[in-house]
T-cell receptor, first 111, second 114 residues
Framework: DAKTTQPTSMDCAEGRAANLPCNHS???????VYWYRQIHSQGPQYIIH???NNETNEMASLIITEDRKSSTLILPHATLRDTAVYYC????????????FGAGTRLTVKP | GAVVSQHPSWVICKSGTSVKIECRSL??????MFWYRQFPKQSLMLMAT?????????EQGVEKDKFLINHASLTLSTLTVTSAHPEDSSFYIC??????????FGSGTRLTVV
């Protein structure tokens, strides 16, 4: 699976959009971009995934650049409950191989 | 959506004793499950891959005799920490492949060895 690079930490004001970047310059054509988050002392939670088109669900939007070498997770109206560590992971879909985590981005939403 | 149940949520045990952690896929079958360990302020570290009906595959540096994994059915995998020591105190998390969502994770088990 391709490696990813994320900023160590970010702050965001409550009610504003949080934009979390991820670089994955070595991504392969059959690899998807997955985003998970981990709230303190809980298991990781799936947020969204995509291949090359932008995706949106009830939690977030995922913007993938045309060359697929980077992506941005957007939380449109961040709340205090969105404070968590966000992990960007690149891997093939429908693959039972292991999922490995990088350091992620610690997002702090401030009042 | 897919749900993975992990029990117990937290456990305190004495040094030298063994502790068993269960991971169940509630509404889907999981031929493969994964066990992670997480120390404070660190990311998840993969410990082992658990395959139904066969021996688990351990990551380098993880002692297979200390961390016993059993995946006896398509919905249950267990991790037993044998002869626990204080340095085994950690947050243990399981996950299972769940189709479109990649993996679904359990809520984790906080193990404290005293």
């Amino acid at each position: 699976d391709a490696k990813t690079t994320q900023p160590t930490s970010m702050d965001c004001a409550e009610g504003r959009a949080a934009n979390l970047p991820c670089n994955h310059s070595t991504i392969s054509g059959n690899e998807y971009v997955y985003w998970y988050r981990q709230i303190h002392s809980q298991g990781p939670q799936y947020i969204i995934h995509g291949l090359k088109n932008n995706e949106t669900n009830e939690m977030a939007s995922l913007i993938i650049t045309e060359d697929r070498k980077s992506s941005t997770l957007i939380l449109p109206h961040a709340t205090l409950r969105d404070t968590a560590v966000y992990y960007c992971i690149v891997r093939r879909r429908y693959n039972n191989n292991d999922m490995r985590f990088g350091a992620g981005t610690r997002l702090t939403v401030k009042p | 959506g897919a749900v993975v149940s992990q029990h117990p949520s937290w456990v305190i045990c004495k040094s030298g004793t063994s502790v068993k952690i269960e991971c169940r896929s509630l509404d889907f079958q999981a031929t493969t499950m994964f066990w992670y360990r997480q120390f404070p302020k660190q990311s998840l570290m993969l410990m082992a891959t658990s395959n139904e009906g066969s021996k688990a595959t351990y990551e380098q540096g993880v002692e297979k005799d200390k961390f016993l994994i059993n995946h006896a059915s398509l919905t249950l995998s267990t991790l037993t920490v044998t002869s626990a020591h204080p340095e085994d105190s950690s947050f243990y998390i399981c996950s299972a492949a769940s189709g479109d969502y990649g993996y679904t994770f359990g809520s984790g088990t906080r193990l404290t060895v005293v």
